[in-house]
């Protein structure tokens, strides 16, 4: 799994925290100060995606938010993601903690 991330630290944190073999490497540029590449080996997007979700940080990421874009099958894959996410949440006792950012 590969994803370009526009968060800082503290998202670096909980995705090595749930995934400690996760390798992180700074795309920060002139522009964009807090950016960076995750790559997980064999780990399938949509599961890091579903707890993009729940953690709160799924608006900050690139092909996410690409896939939220795109056609209704696109449209239909996140919304599938959602339900999964939903269904994490009330299983497991995961509180929710909604978007980072307003």
């Given at each position: 799994m590969y994803?370009?991330?526009?968060?800082?630290?503290?998202v670096e944190a909980l995705i090595l925290k749930r995934?400690?073999?996760?390798?992180?490497?700074d795309a920060s540029d002139w522009i964009h100060t807090e950016r960076f590449e995750c790559t997980i080996p064999d780990l399938?997007?949509?599961?890091?995606?579903?707890?993009a979700i729940l953690e709160g940080y799924a608006?900050?990421?690139?092909?996410f938010n690409v896939i939220m874009r795109a056609d209704d099958i696109g449209t239909q894959r996140v919304w599938n993601l959602i339900a999964?996410?939903?269904a994490i949440n009330?299983?497991?006792?995961?509180?929710?903690?909604?978007?980072?950012?307003?």
């Open positions: 994803e370009v991330v526009y968060a800082g630290s503290d995934w400690p073999n996760a390798k992180i490497t399938d997007s949509d599961e890091f995606y579903v707890w608006g900050e990421c690139l092909a999964e996410a939903n009330e299983s497991e006792g995961f509180k929710y903690k909604g978007p980072r950012r307003s």
